[in-house]
């Protein structure tokens, strides 16, 4: 949750995808631990559970003397024969592969090193029951308190105050925090422990960073400012489910509704009746490209919000603060998604760059290379094509760069002075191009159709056999023609080079962003000053096309 833990995290990576695939199976440690239990617990000399006490403090008090001495020396002592020759290379390097530490990463590895950590979790346990002091709170707490310490350990967030090792220092030999198990990941010849400092103290093996890497971790020294912020909103309840912090697998993943989490569904709604009465603009996920921290903040309002009278006001407000917030800490460019820049809402973007005229962020709705995406793909002996949503923003813009190239754009519009402002716009020259039709039966013989506006079934059935539908209208059209072809939402693949991308954006594959938050990338990297709000700019269609090709953005 990077909303809570930004300014605490150890290493600043992000998990990429490469790290969740190796990681995908982690649970097999929990698998081989289910089964050596099952087996322990049926064996005749283990006793039944109704035989066995609900709580023994002799037993907890043997348990952790047992941890103490046999449990933890004996695993700092196998810890430091698996960074040995060819124990390393064919037992545990696959575990230290991670490049950051996650709490699963805690569960990836071999199945030696299962077993090395299930001896260490099960020595305690078999001496206390060996002893008759066993009892089910023992099994179940110092199951859950062994899996605890090893989460937060590998959590890459620092939980624990350097204040409190400052004021007993001792307190640094007894437990171990999440920095002092990074330094051990990363640097792979100090820091073994299982939880105590203190056998690494008297092994020699103590990395001589730790204590004032925790100390500024801690302190939020290592936080960093975005260079680049994509302003996203979530867009209904099951996929508020599709981020990182609910499952890392899920978002790895194209978005879809997946059976797994409908009965998760409840847990979703509430959360979405929390966030609209008391909650604010979150980072959900992070990138970095050539340097360049990239974030996606998420506004906490869903879709169907958008479309209530009443809301308006307030999410215009939850989206200034985000602009606002961006602006104090240094953002150099923050780019609206989807609804957050709808024309009816606030002009897209226009209302907040026109009421803070001294914004040093720039505010970039992205539809230039929305349009320039959707441009080109229309293949270049096209002489012809029907535009709905036609005096929308983007409609706009795509009807007069085609009437410059002679192509012929059936604009569908009841409006017909919303159409006659358009065609004034364009060159006399190119005027005759573009021609207004009210109804669908118009575009029968072109095969051409770029939707701006919702296609139920019927509204479908018009167009000829063999046509290609593309598109920029959110949610986008259900392909019900077989014997036609539809696009996808404009969309660009992010560079080869970019670092720590681990989660999936919406339905998009990986590594493909929305053609509106690849535009923000683009002004960022290209460093321009001014703000993209408002009407689009034709004549820079082609510019920003090419620097987004330039930059090694390609169409997706």
Not at 146 to 166: I, P, Q, T
Not at 254 to 260: N, Q, S
Not at 534 to 552: C, E, F, P, S, Y
Request: aromatic share 12%; with cysteine.
């Amino acid at each position: 949750m990077l909303f809570f833990t930004r300014r605490r995290r150890v290493v600043k990576d992000g998990v990429d995808f490469s790290q969740i695939d190796a990681e995908w199976d982690w649970d097999n440690m929990v698998i081989l631990q289910t089964l050596i239990a099952a087996m322990v617990t049926n064996s005749p000399s283990f006793p039944g559970v109704a035989e066995l006490r609900a709580w023994d403090p002799r037993g907890w008090a043997l348990a952790l003397l047992l941890h103490v001495t046999v449990a933890e020396p004996a695993f700092y002592w196998a810890h430091r024969a698996l960074h040995r020759g060819p124990l390393f290379s064919q037992y545990h390097a696959k575990h230290h592969s991670s490049p950051v530490t996650q709490p699963l990463t805690a569960g990836f590895g071999t199945p030696l090193e299962a077993l090395v950590l299930t001896a260490a979790m099960g020595a305690p346990l078999a001496g206390a029951f060996a002893a008759g002091a066993g009892s089910v709170s023992l099994v179940y707490g110092h199951v859950l308190l062994f899996d605890y310490l090893r989460c937060m350990g590998y959590s890459n967030v620092e939980v624990v105050s350097h204040k409190a090792f400052a004021a007993v220092p001792a307190l640094r030999y007894l437990i171990y925090t999440p920095t002092y198990l990074s330094l051990h990941h990363r640097e792979k010849d100090s820091n073994f422990c299982l939880f105590m400092p203190l056998f690494d103290a008297l092994g020699g093996t103590i990395n001589a960073k730790s204590w004032e890497l925790q100390k500024e971790v801690d302190q939020g020294m290592n936080d960093r400012v975005p260079d680049f912020v994509f302003l996203a909103h979530v867009v209904d309840v099951v996929s508020s489910m599709h981020v990182p912090f609910a499952f890392r697998s899920n978002s790895s993943l194209p978005f879809a509704t997946r059976l797994v989490l409908l009965p998760l569904w409840p847990v979703a709604f509430a959360f979405m009746l929390i966030q609209w009465f008391c909650s604010k603009t979150f980072t959900v996920s992070f990138y970095f490209l050539r340097g360049r921290l990239h974030q996606t903040w998420s506004v906490p309002r869903y879709g169907f919000q958008y479309f209530i009278p009443s809301a308006k006001k307030g999410i215009n407000r939850q989206i200034e603060l985000a602009i606002l917030r961006a602006d104090k800490m240094g953002v150099k460019v923050i780019s609206l998604a989807a609804l957050n820049k709808n024309e009816a809402l606030n002009g897209g973007g226009t209302l907040f760059v026109s009421k803070h005229p001294n914004l040093r962020v720039r505010v970039v709705h992205g539809n230039t290379l929305t349009a320039a995406v959707i441009l080109n793909e229309i293949p270049s002996n096209v002489k012809e094509v029907f535009l709905t949503g036609a005096t929308s923003k983007l409609g706009r813009a795509i009807a007069l760069y085609l009437c410059r190239k002679k192509i012929r754009v059936l604009m569908l519009t009841l409006s017909t002075e919303r159409f006659l402002k358009i065609q004034r716009e364009a060159p006399p020259e190119s005027q005759q191009y573009l021609v207004q039709v009210t109804k669908y039966q118009a575009a029968q013989s072109c095969k051409t159709w770029i939707v701006g506006k919702w296609l139920s079934p019927r509204e479908q059935r018009w167009a000829p056999p063999g046509t290609h539908f593309h598109q920029f209208v959110v949610p986008p059209i259900i392909g019900f023609r077989r014997d036609c072809t539809y696009g996808k939402l404009a969309a660009m693949r992010l560079p080869k080079d970019v670092e720590g991308l681990g989660s999936c954006e919406y339905t998009m594959e990986r590594g493909v962003v929305h053609a509106c938050h690849a535009g923000g990338v683009v002004h960022c990297l290209e460093g321009w000053g001014h703000h993209e709000v408002g009407a689009i700019d034709v004549d820079r269609i082609d510019v920003v096309w090419k620097a987004a090709l330039k930059h090694g953005l390609t169409p997706a």
